[in-house]
């Protein structure tokens, strides 16, 4: 991903909806790139300014944003996570069924 596409991504990704891999692609690029890193620290604090008008205001947004990419890659990791289980029961599964048919086809062969 350039930085083109990721600053368009920014606001998508402080609100929390992308998804798949473009929440994948993007945060690996502001994860990587410094000057996005930059521009996605602007607006993440005047994102969270304007979001807690109303709340107690806390402006460690360095410390907010390192939490928002925390939980970010956590999920990226369980949705990899469960790919790969998926994939490897289904591995297990076509084994199975290979194992099965060589049984049959050796007792057809050999009776």
Known sequence: MDCSAAKKNINSFLRETLIGNELRRTYYHLKECEKCREVLLDEFSFYTTFNDLDKDLDFNYQ????????????????????????????????????????IIALRITYK
């Open 63 to 102: 410390k907010k944003l390192n939490e928002l990419m925390d939980a970010t890659e956590k999920k990226i990791k369980s949705k990899d996570n469960k790919k790969t289980r998926k994939y490897i029961i289904i591995s297990i599964g076509i084994c199975i069924i290979f194992v099965i048919l060589l």
